[in-house]
């Protein structure tokens, strides 16, 4: 079985209604939510956060969760992109 990606299980994209999907088991549900924080370093506690939200929250809700994840990932991508080339722009402009 594959693992659940973040892109799969929730919309990248605002919300503007409960996003619906079929239920997803716990540990499908983990495998999303773990794939949204991916590159982020967790400590112990920051592991039992996860297992406590995987268990508390329900589909929708984690939804949201991981779909603001991802919208703050793609939103700093874009930022970073949008400096570099801002760099790139003012590199010509001072040179001599």
């Known amino acids: 079985m594959s693992s659940m990606?973040?892109?799969h299980?929730?919309?990248?994209?605002?919300?503007e209604t409960e996003p619906f999907g079929s239920y997803t088991e716990p540990e499908q549900r983990e495998e999303a939510l773990r794939?949204?924080?991916r590159g982020v370093e967790l400590g112990?506690?920051?592991q039992r956060m996860i297992d406590w939200t995987?268990?508390?929250?329900?589909?929708?809700?984690?939804?949201v969760l991981v779909s603001?994840?991802?919208r703050t990932r793609k939103a700093g991508v874009v930022a970073a992109l949008?400096?570099?080339q801002a760099r790139q722009a003012n590199r010509g402009r001072f040179a001599r």
Do not use: M
């Open 44 to 46: 112990t506690y920051d």
């Open 54 to 63: 995987v268990k508390r929250f329900d589909n929708s809700a984690l939804r």
């Open 9 to 15: 299980y929730a919309p990248i994209a605002p919300l």
């Open 68 to 70: 603001w994840l991802e």
């Open 82 to 84: 949008e400096a570099d």
């Open 5 to 7: 990606k973040a892109r």
């Open 35 to 37: 794939d949204a924080l």
